[in-house]
C-alpha cells in the first residue's frame, strides 16, 4: 500500500510543475446533524482533492502575503507547498529530525503556524523542539525545546496568541517507541506555554494524548484536542490575564462516535470568527457550536488530521490521511 501511494505521489509532483489543475476530485460528503449547519456550508458542497499520495498529512497554515499553503508529511520528513498556480511544490526536507540516520516513523514536523512576524513556526518530532525559521529559508532557531532541562517527548501542534507567547501540546507520537520509548525524559504528557522572554510554563499535564489547539476568538478559551480513543474529548481551558490557564472542562466528548468505528481521533483544530470549532475527529472534521453542540462533520471517510483556513479565509484546507482537501464555505477564521 505504501509504494502504490508513494507511486501516485511521485507523479502528483512531477506533473505539478507542466500545468495549473482548474477542477478536482471530490472525496467524501457533508453530514448534517442541525440545520444551522446551512449558515457555515451550502447544500451539495462536496471537499476536493488538490493532492494525494502522502504517508501522513499534517499542519496546513495559509501564507497569506504568498498566497500558497505548507502542511507536513510527518513520515516523510517533509514540508510541502501547494498553490493553485504551481500545484504541490516541495518546500523544506528535513523538517523535523536532523540528526543521523532514521528516527522512528513520525520523524518530521507536525503542526505549523504563522507568527506575528511571519515566519514559519514548527512543532517538530524528531527533534524535539518548536522552532522557528523564515520563509526564505534562511535556517531555524529554537523557540524551546526542554521543561526544567528535561527533553520534550515530540511537541505535535503549536499557536501563537495576541502577547506573542506560543502554546503547545507535547504527547509521545513522534519518538520511535511512543510512550515506551527509552529516552523519554519527562513524565506526562503536557500543554506548555512559552513566553517572549524564553520561559517555558507547563500548563497542565491532566490529559493523557493532548494533540492540536486553538484560541477562542476572544482569546479567553484555549480547546486542546485529546487523541485518546478512551477519552477521545476537546478540552476547553480559561485563559488568565497572566497567559496561564484554569481548570479545564470537557467541551465536546466525541468518545461515542469512536466507539461507533467511525475513524480518526479529535487532532488539530480551528476557530471561526463567531467561535465555532472546526476539529478532526471521529468521521472527518467535526464543526461544533460555541456552546459545544455538534451542527455536523466534513466526512471524508478517511482518518482526518487537521485543518486550517486559507485563501480570503473562508477556505477549509483539510489533510486527511493521504490526502490534502479544501472546501469552500460560508465562515472565516478567526483573526482574518
Keep these: 500500500m505504501k509504494f502504490v501511494k508513494h507511486l501516485v505521489f511521485t507523479w502528483a509532483v512531477c506533473q505539478s ?3 495549473a489543475q482548474s477542477s478536482f476530485p471530490t472525496l467524501g460528503k457533508v453530514v448534517r446533524a442541525d440545520p444551522q449547519l446551512d449558515a457555515l456550508i451550502a447544500p451539495e458542497t462536496k471537499p476536493e482533492v488538490l493532492a494525494s499520495g502522502f ?3 499534517e499542519g496546513p497554515v495559509w501564507i497569506k502575503e504568498g498566497g500558497y499553503l505548507l502542511f507536513s508529511d510527518v513520515p516523510q520528513n517533509t514540508v510541502f507547498k501547494w498553490n493553485a ?10 523538517s523535523g529530525f536532523t540528526g543521523a540516520g532514521t528516527y522512528g516513523d513520525e520523524p518530521g514536523s507536525n503542526g505549523l503556524t504563522i507568527n506575528r512576524q511571519g515566519h514559519l513556526v514548527l512543532a517538530e518530532h524528531g527533534d524535539r523542539r518548536i522552532s522557528v525559521m523564515p520563509l526564505t529559508g534562511v535556517g531555524k532557531r529554537t523557540i524551546a525545546d526542554n521543561y526544567q532541562g528535561k527533553r520534550f517527548n515530540s511537541p505535535n501542534d503549536v499557536v501563537q496568541h495576541s502577547s506573542g507567547a506560543y502554546y ?5 507520537y513522534g519518538l520511535p517507541k511512543k510512550h515506551e520509548d527509552s529516552t523519554r525524559e519527562i513524565d506526562w504528557f503536557g500543554v506548555y506555554r512559552t513566553g517572549t522572554d524564553g520561559k517555558v510554563t507547563l500548563l497542565t499535564k491532566e490529559m493523557t494524548r493532548p494533540n492540536g489547539l486553538a484560541f477562542s476568538p476572544d482569546e479567553k478559551v484555549l480547546y486542546v484536542a485529546q487523541s485518546d480513543p478512551d477519552k477521545a474529548v476537546i478540552m476547553a481551558f480559561p485563559v488568565g490575564a497572566d497567559g496561564s490557564v484554569g481548570g479545564g472542562k470537557v467541551f465536546f466528548d466525541a468518545t461515542p462516535m ?3 468505528g467511525l475513524p480518526g481521533l479529535p487532532d488539530g483544530l480551528k476557530v471561526d470568527t463567531n467561535g465555532n470549532v472546526w476539529s478532526s475527529g471521529p468521521g472527518g ?3 461544533l457550536s460555541p456552546a459545544g453542540r455538534l451542527l455536523g462533520r466534513i ?5 482526518t488530521a487537521n485543518c486550517g483556513w486559507g485563501d480570503d479565509g473562508s477556505t477549509l ?4 490521511d493521504m490526502y490534502l482537501c479544501r472546501i469552500k464555505t460560508k465562515a472565516r477564521g478567526a483573526g482574518w
Excluded: C, M, N, R
Excluded at 498556480?85 to 528535513?94: D, I, Q, R, S, W
Excluded at 503547545?168 to 509521545?172: I, K, N, R
Excluded at 484546507?317 to 486527511?320: C, L, N, V
Design 285 to 287: 472534521i467535526l464543526i
Design 258 to 260: 469512536v466507539k461507533q
Design 55 to 57: 504517508t501522513w498529512a
Design 317 to 320: 484546507y483539510i489533510t486527511a
Design 85 to 94: 498556480k504551481e500545484g504541490l511544490t516541495l518546500f523544506l526536507k528535513p
Design 168 to 172: 503547545f501540546t507535547d504527547p509521545p
Design 299 to 303: 466526512d471524508t471517510g478517511e482518518a
Design 17 to 19: 510543475s507542466l500545468y
